[in-house]
């Protein structure tokens, strides 16, 4: 983003008492963007970006709000190598576990299964916007879900690491993390805090920080393209099992005990949150 700020040089009349002075005037800052998003995701996961930002500034005072989302859509990633075998945990860094061919399968699966659920709207305007956690597994689930959408349809995508999963404390040690799992347990699944890692109280902390920045952009419409107002823009979240859980938590300010009653959805599965009556 370039950022255009024009100033008003200071006149020699500055140095007349203040109630001789004309005060000078000063033009709002501009934010100037580039005319269209631009999204590649390439096959070893890595991701670039380009975004137009949209700032408050640019909307005028007497403009109605842009429309909500008409849905919301958690997705978690695709069956990975560490769902299969615990031990790639102990040599390969959690961020740069892959998924499997059948995570593959699942998340393309997933990407037709949104699809189908969005067109029986029956609007002929809808898009779809992606959140997504920066870990190579739910990079790989996006790049497969996003073969179900045409690139007109994809109004843009953000790498969102707040809702990366949960840290665990580095490379893992299987035995250690039996005993550590067992002792959450004991001490309660959201407050305990693995070893170097986090808990999901922690998580809950970023989560919050996620949320508040997902409710500004939908306030200014941050995903809506350039000159567009629509309301059948999707949110895709692409996330892990329990950031969601910690996501659904937060949004609907559920308890601590109801959070520790739930567990993960399945790889490759969703939970649609629906805009209700009065477009809350």
């Known amino acids: 983003m370039a ?39 390439s096959s070893n996961g890595h991701v670039a970006t380009s975004f137009p930002e949209k700032s408050v500034f640019t909307r005028p005072a007497t403009s109605s709000p842009p429309p909500r989302p008409r849905r919301i859509i958690l997705v978690r990633h695709g069956q990975s190598e560490g769902n299969v075998d615990e031990s790639v945990y102990t040599r390969v860094a959690d961020p740069k576990i892959a998924l499997t061919e059948k995570g593959k399968t699942e998340a393309e699966e997933c990407g037709w299964r949104i699809r189908e659920m969005i ?33 007109s349809r994809i109004a843009g995508m953000r790498e969102e690491p707040r809702i990366r999963e949960q840290d665990f404390g580095n490379f893992q040690d299987r035995e250690k993390m039996r005993v550590d799992k067992a002792l959450r347990l004991r001490y309660g699944r959201f407050f305990y805090r693995f ?22 952009d939908i306030d200014i419409g941050r995903f809506q393209p350039p000159g567009e107002r ?17 996501f659904l938590m937060r949004w609907y300010k559920w308890t601590v005990d109801q959070f520790e009653r739930l567990n993960n959805m399945g790889n490759g599965n969703i939970i649609v949150m629906e805009k209700g009556y009065g477009g809350r």
């Open 119 to 151: 067109e029986k709207d029956g609007a002929a305007d809808w898009k779809v916007y992606f959140y997504v956690s920066p870990y190579k597994r739910t990079l790989q689930t996006l790049q497969h879900l996003g073969r179900a959408f045409e690139r």
């Open 195 to 216: 070893p170097n890692g986090e808990s999901a109280a922690d998580v809950y902390d970023r989560i919050t920080g996620f949320r508040e920045t997902l409710r500004a």
């Open 230 to 246: 629509s309301p059948n823009m999707n949110l895709i979240i692409v996330s892990h099992g329990l950031a969601l859980r910690v």
């Open 3 to 41: 950022a255009l700020i024009t100033f008003t040089p200071i006149s020699p009349a500055s140095y007349l008492p203040l109630s001789l002075r004309k005060l000078p005037s000063f033009n709002p800052i501009q934010c100037l963007g580039t005319p269209q998003e631009d999204i590649q995701i």
